[in-house]
């Protein structure tokens, strides 16, 4: 094989709890993490045997240089490989997961490169292994590597699928502001650690409890990033007023999400905010990597 083209897909948080903080000011995570059919395209091609790793990058603001988690993955790859005359690689990354939005689209690549190149090598490691190799490029690689629906735990390494999700659709709105998720955790107080909305959700989707989804999922950086972007308290209650059962910010944010019973709300949402500001209308997916 001289070439594969993968999709990455995007994830969601539909839950996060922060439950403290290491020393080495990791923090200590229980989230629900969802896969969603918004996905950044990768081609990886194999070049001559010692050319090293080359990329390109179609968004403006994601380097084509050894700052791309796409190219620390493939260094880190060759490292736990020690295949010999090293991994020689050319990289092409077709955006479409928006930068720096809570959406963990650099993690995606990442896993989509580790993926990607243990077909290309033919090294057959096994997922835990991709993972533990995924870990040391960022928290959420290993959890994009299994993708789906999954209880993701520790600081990202402990992972467990737990779906699917009861089917519904999902509508995304990503503010023009970009936040960094170093400076989100930085503003976390830690008198809101420990809160449970993970284990209402795991309850809710074991028991199927008729529990409103809206008295469940919750994202403990909510309060922080929303000081700052205030369109994400905003845009959540657009979404409630256009019907969703539930709105609620991914990750680091600021990109919110609704999640509705039905398509037609979602998708007359979709339309009247559609020139105003970023939206997705997306699907869950049950895997995080895949080639095409
Ligand atoms: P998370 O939800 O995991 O916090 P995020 O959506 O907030 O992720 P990303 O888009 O993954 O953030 O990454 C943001 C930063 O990483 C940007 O500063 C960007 O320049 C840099 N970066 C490096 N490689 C990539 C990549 N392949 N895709 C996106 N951003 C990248």
Redesign the pocket.
């Known amino acids: 094989m001289e070439q594969i083209t993968l999709q990455a897909y995007?994830?969601v948080?539909l839950t996060l709890d922060i439950q403290g903080r290491r020393k080495d000011g990791y923090h200590l995570l229980r989230s629900v993490m969802q896969s969603i059919s918004l996905a950044?395209t990768i081609t990886l091609q194999k070049k001559g045997r010692g050319q090293g790793i080359s990329l390109h990058?179609d968004?403006p603001?994601?380097?084509d240089d050894e700052?791309?988690?796409?190219?620390r993955a493939a260094q880190a790859f060759e490292q736990h490989t020690q295949l010999s005359g090293g991994v020689a690689v050319s990289i092409s990354?077709a955006?479409k997961?928006?930068?720096?939005?809570?959406?963990?689209?650099?993690?995606?690549?990442?896993a989509a490169v580790l993926y990607g190149l243990n077909k290309l090598y033919g090294t057959g490691l096994e997922l835990a292994k991709l993972q533990q190799i995924g870990l040391t490029i960022?928290?959420?690689v290993p959890f994009c590597l299994q993708g789906g629906t999954c209880l993701v735990e520790g600081i990202g390494e402990a992972i467990r699928p737990v779906g699917p999700f009861p089917s519904v659709t999902m509508v995304l709105v990503k503010p023009k502001a970009?936040?960094?998720?170093a400076q989100i955790y930085r503003g976390l107080d830690p008198a809101t650690y420990g809160g449970d909305s993970t284990d209402r959700l795991l309850e809710f989707m074991t028991n199927r409890t008729d529990t409103p989804l809206a008295s469940i999922l919750e994202n403990a950086l909510e309060s922080v990033t929303s000081v700052l972007v205030p369109e994400v308290g905003i845009w959540k209650g657009r979404l409630l007023e256009h019907g969703a059962l539930v709105s609620l910010m991914?990750?680091?944010?600021p990109?919110v999400f609704g999640l509705f019973s039905e398509e037609l709300p979602a998708q007359r949402f979709l339309e009247r905010f559609q020139h105003e500001v970023q939206v997705f209308g997306v699907t869950l997916m049950d895997r995080g990597v895949c080639s095409r």
């Open positions: 995007a994830k948080n950044d990058s968004h603001s994601v380097p700052h791309n988690i796409c190219w990354l955006k997961i928006p930068v720096a939005a809570g959406l963990g689209g650099g993690s995606a690549d990442a960022g928290a959420d970009g936040v960094s998720t991914s990750g680091s944010g990109t």
